[in-house]
């Protein structure tokens, strides 16, 4: 198995740590006046999300994860599972399981492309995309004079996410939507 020094640390990296898949969130490098130099490290544990502290001396190494990110088409749900299906030609198909799928239901849509983190064939987590584009499927009729600073109103999405939106929109209308924050940016056309 591959090993990184502490050197070659960097946010992002992924780690095996106490026997589970980890992410580097925060890499700090100390370089006491006295003694030797360490690095303060900030994980977080891809199977619990449960985030801790811990530092290395200069010159130490840990093993790397057998985790890797691929781009995934979403399939469909069977009410237990999410299926997702491999982009790169093979048609390969994985089940990611409620946990996994986590935050990123509320803007699971049907043939988009998602980032499946996969960790020994098994899906750990699942991100979507910074912008998606989602349908209004219920809100408050817009009336006349309604303007975009004039406030705002929940919509429900196609996804059944629900979101604060101008009052001006109405149903039916396709929107475009920060993955991130949960926010409105702007309809699409």
Known sequence: MASYSTNEFRSGLKVMLEGDPCVMIENEFVKPGKGQAFNRVKFRNLMSNRVWERTFKSGESIEAADVMDYDMEYLYTDGEFWHFMMTDGSYEQHAASKA???????????QEVYSVTLYNGAPLSVTAPN???????????????????????????????????PLFIVEGEKLKIDTRTGEYVGRVK
């Not at 996994?100 to 849509?109: E, F, P, S, Y």
């Not at 349908?135 to 006349?144: A, N, Q, W």
């Not at 309604?146 to 705002?152: I, K, L, M, N, R």
Request: aromatic share 4%.
């Open 131 to 165: 912008f998606v584009e989602l349908e209004v499927v219920e809100t408050d009729p817009g009336l006349k004079g309604d303007t975009a600073q004039g406030g705002s109103k929940p919509a429900k999405l196609s996804t059944g996410a629900t979101v604060k939106v």
């Open 100 to 110: 996994a799928v986590g935050d990123t239901i509320d803007w699971l849509k049907e």
